[in-house]
T-cell receptor, first 115, second 116 residues
């Protein structure tokens, strides 16, 4: 089955630092890939997604590129803010066949940004 | 538009009591998922439904847990009897995707359960 492996956290950065959170996946076929963000006390919400190889998802200054050759979908942001402090989850869909919308999530990476 | 609505937001109960968590998915969505989140185990998929039919309940921890979806706009997750190790945040999520490669999941704000 599918699996998603994320960079271990927690990650602590100063404001305006560059952020990378690594994510790799295993899947048969070509899944869609997602980054979700969870702010304290809230549910997960979609941050960005990419549905095919070489697609770049972007939102709120965050970017991730679907790399089929390295089976990766690393999350990046050039200049983080305190308000970006949250838990970030990488996820993949079940590729091919009947998926019913099920996603496989990574373990989550806690990001803390200090002023 | 209303998102996924869960109730209660917080529940504190004593060991042995029955707990019922409720979820109203987004109107028109045909897949519904129940997740559990803890510090130790992270985010776990418990069960999911498509068109009100349970598709995979292999994540349900044990027979004390049960879930139903009597219609397209309502689902329940029941724990009977509850135990302290069931303490967690339980999320419901829904999706408009049927037979496809997968799409966005919309999550509720969660139900925080504490079993004393």
């Amino acid at each position: 089955g599918n699996s998603v492996t994320q960079m271990e956290g927690p990650v602590t950065l100063s404001e305006e630092a560059f952020l990378t959170i690594n994510c790799t996946y295993t899947a048969t076929g070509y899944p869609s890939l997602f980054w979700y963000v969870q702010y304290p006390g809230e549910g997960l919400q979609l941050l960005l997604k990419a549905t095919k190889a070489d697609d770049k998802g972007s939102n709120k200054g965050f970017e991730a590129t679907y790399r089929k050759e390295t089976t990766s979908f690393h999350l990046e942001k050039g200049s983080v803010q305190v308000s970006d402090s949250a838990v970030y989850f990488c996820a993949s869909s079940n590729a091919g066949g009947t998926s019913y919308g099920k996603l496989t999530f990574g373990q989550g990476t806690i990001l803390t940004v200090h002023p | 538009d209303a998102g996924v609505i869960q109730s209660p937001r917080h529940e504190v109960t004593e060991m042995g009591q029955e707990v019922t968590l409720r979820c109203k998915p987004i109107s028109g969505h045909n897949s519904l998922f129940w997740y559990r989140q803890t510090m130790m185990r992270g985010l776990e998929l418990l069960i999911y439904f498509n068109n009100n039919v349970p598709i995979d309940d292999s994540g349900m921890p044990e027979d004390r847990f049960s879930a139903k979806m009597p219609n397209a706009s309502f689902s329940t997750l029941k724990i009977q009897p509850s135990e302290p190790r069931d303490s967690a945040v339980y999320f419901c999520a829904s999706s408009a995707t049927g037979i496809s490669r997968g799409g966005e999941l919309f999550f509720g704000e969660g139900s925080r359960l504490t079993v004393l």
